[in-house]
C-alpha cells in the first residue's frame, strides 16, 4: 500500500505536542503511523513472517514523513493482539525498547478494536470484529458505540468455533455490523476492504483519546494478548479436521 498523509492540517509547521507513534503487526500487514495533533502520517508493509524485519523500517520511515524524532514522542501505542503469535512478539519487544529508550509512556491496544474504528458505519451502534485464528477457529470481539465517540467492549477478545460463535450472538445480543477476514468462516458477507493506512490511524485515534484520559504506562506493560496458548494442530488433528471438512 502507498504511505499516506491523513488531514495534514498543520501545513508542515513545527511540532505540537503531544506526538504518537502507533504500530499493530497482529495481522498480514505491517501498520504504523505517527500522529501529532490533527496531522497523521501513515505507511503499511508485508507483515506476518516478515514483520519482524519490516517493523522498524517502517518506523523510520513514518518518522521521516513525519520530520521527527524519537526524542519529540510522547507515547507509544501498539496493538497488543489478540493474532499471529510472530507478530505480537515483535510488536511488543520494539514498543518496549523504543519506551525504555526514549522514556515514552506505552499504551496497549485491542487489536481487534481496529477493524472496527476503521471501517464501521456511522450509524452502526454495536459492532463486533472477527479474525482468522487459524485451525478452524476465529478471534472474536465486540463493540458499543459511545457518546464520546470511541467504543466500550461488551464481549472481550476471545477464541471462539464459528458454529459457536453464531450460536451465542444471535437474537439481542447480534451485532449490527461485521469486520475482520473470517466472514467466510461465518457464512457472512465479505465487509468492505478498508482504505490505505486506515487500520494504522485507528490506532493513532485509539492512542490519542487513550493518552488524553492518562493510560499508558511503564513499558514493562507492554505486553502481548495472545488469547490462545496452542500455536499449531498435532498431525492426528490436522487429519481429523480434514476428514471432518470433507
Not at 523504543?98 to 450509524?123: F, K, T, Y
Amino acid at each position: 500500500a502507498p504511505d499516506v498523509d491523513i488531514a495534514r492540517t498543520d501545513g508542515g509547521s513545527a511540532i505540537l505536542m503531544p506526538a504518537l507513534l502507533a504500530f499493530d503487526t497482529s495481522g498480514e500487514h505491517v501498520h504504523v503511523g505517527v500522529s501529532v495533533g490533527e496531522a497523521a502520517w501513515v505507511v503499511e508493509d508485508a507483515g506476518a513472517s516478515q514483520a519482524s524485519a519490516n517493523l522498524l523500517p517502517c518506523v523510520r520511515r513514518v518518522l521521516g514523513r513525519a520530520g521527527i524524532g524519537l526524542h519529540e514522542l510522547d507515547a507509544i501505542a501498539f496493538g497488543c493482539g489478540p493474532g499471529a503469535f510472530t507478530g505480537l512478539r515483535a510488536v511488543a519487544a520494539v514498543a518496549q525498547g523504543l519506551a525504555w529508550g526514549w522514556n515514552l509512556r506505552v499504551i496497549p491496544v485491542d487489536s481487534l478494536l481496529l477493524p472496527v474504528e476503521a471501517g464501521a458505519p456511522p450509524q452502526a451502534q454495536r459492532c463486533a470484529a472477527i479474525v482468522d485464528a487459524r485451525m478452524g477457529e476465529v478471534y472474536a470481539a465486540q463493540y458499543e458505540r459511545v457518546a464520546d465517540g470511541g467504543w466500550r467492549c461488551v464481549h472481550e477478545p476471545a477464541l471462539w468455533a464459528p458454529a459457536r460463535l453464531r450460536e451465542c450472538w444471535q437474537g439481542t445480543d447480534a451485532p449490527q455490523h461485521w469486520l475482520g477476514n473470517a466472514h467466510a468462516m461465518l457464512g457472512l458477507p465479505e465487509p468492505s476492504a478498508l482504505p490505505p493506512g486506515a487500520r494504522a490511524a485507528a490506532l493513532g485515534r485509539i492512542g490519542w483519546m487513550a493518552w488524553r484520559e492518562g493510560q499508558g504506562g511503564d513499558p514493562a506493560a507492554a505486553l502481548p494478548c495472545y488469547v490462545r496458548d496452542k500455536v499449531a494442530l498435532t498431525t492426528a488433528e490436522r487429519a481429523a479436521l480434514a476428514a471432518a471438512g470433507a
